[in-house]
């Protein structure tokens, strides 16, 4: 790695606090930053996150895209981790630490309010970010893309009558322009717009050697992407932050719980089923990231924006760039751990990282 990835986790704690600090020192500059948006997608954030997720779709060979059946294991434990486990599993810490362990020091009127917007933050998949941490941890990038595309299909069945059970609410109003709107900005065009760029530049003379430069220049683009979408990020939240610290803190701990869990979980389930290295690290991030523009649409849609559901699902936002970081970090540093397994394939052999 070179010294800008190896101290990533101090450019990110420094982004951070610049990002508080500025929300609070220039109110009015997030708030009017904060107000550009389309169905609850901030515009800036979604400009950023093509910056972030396009050196990833670089790297797709859509002609190749039928080989992703043979991580069909990969696929499958994704699929049980994001729809058995997640929603559940994060039901259960809510329950645990907003009605008991934490109860004490949260507004009690808001108690109903916070659990319910941490089940609708677990109940939405990850979707764009989900290039950006399989790209940290070079993942394969057509089974990242195929998994994402699949989860989405099913969210738009799946996603009200999961919410709709674990609150207990007969109907929900899903949000579905937030969630179509969100399928084309983070998927469709930027997949598109890749996939265009990548045909382009292997058509010129020496055209795999400019694809290669076209990425490598990319992904220090999307490196710097992702630290000014943090300040953004926590720039937004900076007066919340400064004056609901304990709130915020207490709600962040369930969400960082259920990250490390579900990770972890489908990381040893893909150990388990031999998946190579390269598929289960992208299965972990994508079994506990959240699609958290479509949770806070929700949130607001069905308990107002003032509410602690709300906040609950912003919490989700804050801590979900350093929680999958943490993740990300975590798989890449048991890579060998990981192999050892009889019976899994090396990387180097199934899952090469030179481009196609």
Same mark, same amino acid.
């Given at each position: 790695?070179?010294? $800008?990835?190896?101290?990533?986790?101090?450019?990110?704690?420094?982004?951070?606090?610049?990002?508080?600090?500025?929300?609070?020192? $220039?109110?009015?500059? $997030?708030?009017?930053?904060?107000?550009?948006?389309?169905?609850?997608?901030?515009?800036?954030?979604?400009?950023?996150?093509? $910056?972030?997720?396009?050196?990833?779709?670089?790297?797709?060979?859509?002609?190749?895209?039928?080989?992703?059946? #043979?991580?069909?294991?990969?696929?499958?434990?994704?699929?049980?981790?994001?729809?058995?486990?997640?929603?559940?599993?994060?039901?259960?810490?809510?329950?645990?630490?907003?009605?008991?362990?934490?109860?004490?020091?949260?507004?009690?009127? #808001?108690?109903?309010?916070?659990?319910?917007?941490?089940?609708?933050?677990?109940?939405?998949?990850?979707?764009?970010?989900?290039?950006?941490?399989?790209?940290?941890?070079?993942?394969?990038?057509?089974?990242?893309?195929?998994?994402?595309?699949? =989860?989405?299909?099913?969210?738009?069945?799946?996603?009200?009558?999961?919410?709709?059970?674990?609150?207990?609410?007969?109907?929900?109003?899903?949000?579905?322009?937030?969630?179509?709107?969100?399928?084309?900005?983070?998927?469709?065009?930027?997949?598109?717009?890749?996939?265009?760029?990548?045909?382009?530049?292997?058509?010129?003379?020496?055209?795999?050697?400019?694809?290669?430069?076209?990425? =490598?220049?990319? #992904?220090?683009?999307?490196?710097?992407?992702?630290?000014?979408?943090?300040?953004?990020?926590?720039?937004?939240?900076?007066?919340?932050?400064?004056?609901?610290?304990?709130?915020?803190?207490?709600?962040?701990?369930?969400?960082?719980?259920?990250?490390?869990?579900?990770?972890?979980?489908?990381?040893?389930? =893909?150990?388990?089923?031999?998946?190579?290295?390269?598929?289960?690290?992208?299965?972990?991030?994508?079994?506990?990231?959240?699609?958290?523009?479509?949770?806070?649409?929700?949130?607001?849609?069905?308990?107002?924006?003032?509410?602690?559901?709300?906040?609950?699902?912003?919490?989700?936002?804050?801590?979900?760039?350093?929680?999958?970081?943490?993740?990300?970090?975590?798989?890449?540093?048991?890579?060998?751990?990981?192999?050892?397994?009889?019976?899994? #394939?090396?990387?180097?052999?199934?899952?090469?990282?030179?481009?196609?």
């Amino acid at each position: 790695m070179n010294l $800008f990835e190896r101290y990533l986790s101090l450019w990110v704690a420094l982004c951070i606090v610049i990002g508080i600090g500025l929300g609070h020192k $220039f109110p009015d500059l $997030f708030i009017h930053i904060a107000q550009w948006e389309i169905a609850h997608i901030n515009l800036a954030v979604a400009i950023l996150v093509w $910056f972030m997720i396009i050196p990833m779709l670089l790297k797709i060979d859509l002609s190749a895209l039928s080989q992703v059946k #043979q991580y069909w294991r990969g696929i499958a434990v994704t699929l049980f981790v994001n729809w058995a486990v997640k929603p559940f599993s994060m039901a259960l810490l809510a329950w645990l630490f907003i009605y008991f362990l934490f109860s004490d020091w949260l507004p009690h009127d #808001q108690l109903d309010s916070y659990v319910a917007g941490l089940i609708i933050l677990a109940a939405a998949p990850c979707t764009a970010m989900v290039f950006v941490w399989s790209q940290l941890m070079r993942g394969e990038p057509h089974f990242t893309l195929s998994q994402v595309a699949l =989860n989405d299909i099913i969210m738009v069945f799946a996603f009200a009558p999961l919410v709709a059970l674990l609150l207990g609410i007969s109907s929900i109003t899903v949000p579905w322009d937030t969630l179509l709107l969100s399928v084309l900005l983070y998927i469709a065009a930027p997949l598109l717009i890749a996939n265009l760029w990548r045909r382009w530049l292997l058509a010129q003379q020496e055209g795999q050697k400019k694809l290669t430069t076209a990425i =490598n220049y990319a #992904q220090k683009l999307s490196m710097i992407a992702l630290l000014v979408t943090l300040i953004l990020l926590f720039g937004f939240q900076g007066e919340q932050i400064i004056m609901q610290p304990l709130v915020i803190l207490l709600l962040a701990i369930p969400i960082l719980l259920q990250v490390i869990f579900n990770a972890g979980l489908a990381y040893w389930l =893909n150990r388990k089923v031999n998946s190579p290295h390269c598929v289960a690290g992208p299965s972990a991030l994508i079994g506990a990231s959240n699609f958290f523009e479509l949770a806070v649409a929700t949130a607001i849609a069905l308990f107002g924006f003032n509410s602690g559901a709300a906040l609950a699902t912003v919490v989700g936002v804050l801590i979900e760039v350093p929680a999958m970081l943490l993740a990300v970090h975590f798989v890449n540093r048991s890579l060998n751990w990981y192999e050892a397994k009889p019976g899994i #394939q090396l990387t180097s052999e199934c899952c090469p990282t030179q481009i196609k």
